[in-house]
């Protein structure tokens, strides 16, 4: 049973930063691929960040270049380091699995970012 908890969310002006941080309990050795999400009110869910086994990374368009994915194997724990942060940044985040797992999903951390 995998267990995700994501945490570090809050709010933040314009131009600030936030570090989100996603636990994990549970095996994972059998995902390839972590990633973060956001799901923004009235949109759809989308992947923003993915990071791999192998240590691959990549991002959406609207976040190259100010989102930084990392993660802690020891500590089984995902990092998404979030700089010059933009109102239309303003989400709830999630953790999964890339491709997502329905049954990983957590609460979530809301990230708002005031202009």
């Known amino acids: 049973q995998v267990q995700l908890v994501e945490s570090g969310g809050g709010l933040v002006q314009a131009g600030g930063s936030l570090r989100l941080s996603c636990a994990a309990s549970?095996?994972?050795?059998?995902?390839?691929?972590m990633g973060w999400y956001r799901q923004a009110p009235g949109k759809q869910r989308e992947l923003v960040a993915t990071?791999?086994?192998?240590?691959?990374?990549n991002y959406v368009g609207s976040v190259k270049g100010r989102f930084t994915i990392s993660r802690d194997t020891a500590k089984n724990t995902m990092y998404l380091q979030m700089n010059s942060l933009k109102p239309e940044d303003t989400a709830v985040y999630y953790c999964?699995?890339?491709?997502?797992?329905?049954?990983?999903w957590g609460q979530g951390t809301q990230v708002t970012v005031s202009s």
């Open positions: 999964n699995a890339v491709p997502r797992i329905r049954d990983y």
């Open positions: 549970g095996t994972l050795f059998s995902i390839n691929a």
């Open positions: 990071i791999t086994s192998a240590g691959t990374i």
